[in-house]
């Protein structure tokens, strides 16, 4: 029986490099999303040793981007370093809905907010699929769902008054 508890939000760093930035040295708002995403595969891995690549190999099944949210707040600039912090905050039984924030290394400039709905689909049949009931279980274990469930301009909005 597993007795360790998993976090519920993870965070990891990474570095804004020259190839993504714009002319002003500035992160290209493209990049926001796949900073985002790299960040959230790697913290599946190092939070939850959940590899996405090895489950679609084995079971066919993985999860699709079915809709993105984002909010740029503050540019972010080359070489400079960024905290992303991402948790679950719904689950259904065939989607999942990851909120992602993007800030200046030490927290305390809030660069960007990303809402990312993802289908869960069966590769081979190119249809959307049931979540097994161990995946459940997981996502019951790691879901962080937000108070009040605010629509994506409300929880913005609210992150922008308080900084966080």
Request: hydrophobic share 35%; glycine share 2%.
């Amino acid at each position: 029986m597993n007795t360790k508890t998993l976090p519920r939000i993870v965070e990891s760093k990474t570095k804004v490099r020259f190839p993504d930035c714009d002319p002003f040295n500035h992160l290209n708002n493209s990049k926001y999303i796949d900073y985002i995403i790299n960040a959230r595969e790697d913290q599946l891995m190092q939070f939850y040793d959940f590899d996405v690549y090895k489950m679609a190999r084995e079971t066919g099944n993985t999860w699709v981007v079915a809709q993105t949210q984002i909010a740029y707040l503050s540019s972010a600039e080359l070489m400079e370093v960024l905290t992303i912090q991402t948790r679950m905050i719904a689950c259904s039984g065939r989607s999942l809905q990851v909120e992602a924030l993007m800030f200046d290394e030490n927290k305390t400039q809030l660069k960007a907010v990303m809402w990312i709905k993802l289908a869960y689909y069966d590769l081979r049949t190119r249809r959307s699929q049931e979540h097994s009931s161990t995946l459940m279980a997981l996502f019951d274990e790691i879901c962080e769902p937000l108070s009040n469930d605010p629509s994506f301009e409300e929880r913005v909005k609210s992150l922008k008054q308080t900084g966080k």
